[in-house]
């Protein structure tokens, strides 16, 4: 089982370089989100998604992008990369938003800005 | 400042000793979940806790929600190297939105 699927694991970009995070996910989930952790801080919310075609900020949205075209798909975009968003992004999804549904959680996108 | 706070921020025990970790929030609780996370790894999903008092265990691992403290407890019993880990909390808080927050982790180490 797949599961949720990000790519890439690693990369590293110059300030200034625009980038796209890729998550998917198999299980017909509706709802996806992005966080990242940094240490000390745990994970923080970036944006998320409710279904395809709706999409909102979450704690920390400043410098990203989203679009949810499909149900499966969910990636996130670093418009102009800065050494702030040096961090290990999680994508994570849930077949609804809720009280009762635990996200499930892909490996990580670990980013260095230099 | 952190809506929910883990307490300690990291733990060293020795293989076979109990442990236990906390979480707090400083908002009204709907559902809490216990995740952990390997070095380089995604979060696996442990727990989830629902209503005030309720108590659920995995192998050994037990967890117990709070309400009235907006606390919850994850208790290991006679600690294992399997253990060793980042353990986070994450909550849903009703904000209007329903945002999940999480808290900052534990990091437990088990030494042999």
């Known amino acids: 089982n797949a599961g949720v699927t990000q790519t890439p694991k690693f990369q590293v970009l110059k300030t200034g370089q625009s980038m796209t995070l890729q998550c998917a996910q198999d299980?017909?989930?509706?709802?996806m989100s992005w966080y990242r952790q940094d240490p000390g801080m745990g994970l923080r919310l970036i944006h998320y998604s409710v279904g395809a075609g709706i999409t909102d900020q979450g704690e920390v949205p400043n410098g990203y992008n989203v679009s949810r075209s499909t149900t499966e798909d969910f990636p996130l975009r670093l418009l102009s990369a800065a050494p702030s968003q040096t961090s290990v992004y999680f994508c994570?999804?849930?077949?609804?938003?809720?009280?009762?549904?635990?996200?499930?959680f892909g490996d990580g996108t670990r980013l260095s800005i230099l | 400042s952190q809506e929910l706070e883990q307490s300690p921020q990291s733990l060293i025990v020795q293989e076979g000793k109990n442990l236990t970790i906390n979480c707090t929030s400083s908002k009204t609780l709907y559902g809490l979940y216990w995740y952990k996370q390997k070095y380089g790894e995604g979060l696996i999903f442990l727990m989830m806790?629902?209503?005030?008092?309720e108590e659920k265990s995995h192998e050994k691992i037990t967890a117990k929600l709070d309400e009235k403290k907006q606390q919850s407890s994850l208790h290991i019993t006679a600690s294992q190297p399997s253990h060793a880990g980042i353990y986070l909390c994450g909550a849903v808080i009703i904000q209007g939105a329903q945002k999940l927050v999480f808290g900052q982790g534990t990091r437990l180490t088990i030494n042999p």
């Open positions: 994570a999804s849930s077949f609804r938003r809720g009280f009762n549904q635990p996200q499930h």
């Open positions: 806790l629902q209503k005030g008092g």
């Open positions: 299980m017909n989930h509706e709802y």
